[in-house]
């Protein structure tokens, strides 16, 4: 699908979905052009000790045990830092190669279980 289309795909289902499946159809519309096996969408509260609150959590073929392995990263979290860094603007990180740089074991654990690339 051609990048204009797939905007205006991803826009269509944002006005005409009812609330709590546009994820789900927003998921099935990127998951080929961005070649990914799974996902997580979330919305939270981004606090000034750079944790996140979530509010909503929508997981797309993850294990629901996923929340609970990211809260324990959620403290300090460097995607948080980078966005907390830049307000506003979108970040690109590329996972193992973001939480290889970590000396916490945590975080150099978490991407080798992972088929990230």
């Not at 826009?11 to 052009?33: D, K, M, N, T, V």
């Not at 860094?85 to 992972?114: C, N």
Request: glycine fraction near 6%; charged fraction near 25%; aromatic fraction near 10%.
């Amino acid at each position: 699908m051609a990048p204009s289309s797939l905007l205006l795909a991803l826009y269509c289902a944002a006005r005409e979905r009812p609330p709590g499946s546009f994820e789900e159809r927003a998921f099935a519309l990127l998951r080929e052009p961005l070649r990914f096996d799974s996902a997580i969408w979330g919305l939270g509260l981004l606090r000034k000790d750079g944790s996140v609150l979530p509010h909503h959590v929508n997981l797309n073929e993850q294990p629901r045990e996923a929340v609970e392995e990211w809260a324990q990263l959620n403290v300090a979290d460097p995607v948080a830092s980078a966005v907390m860094a830049q307000p506003g603007v979108p970040i690109r990180f590329h996972a193992p190669t973001l939480f290889r740089r970590w000396t916490k074991p945590l975080y150099k654990d978490f991407p080798s279980g992972q088929d990230q690339d």
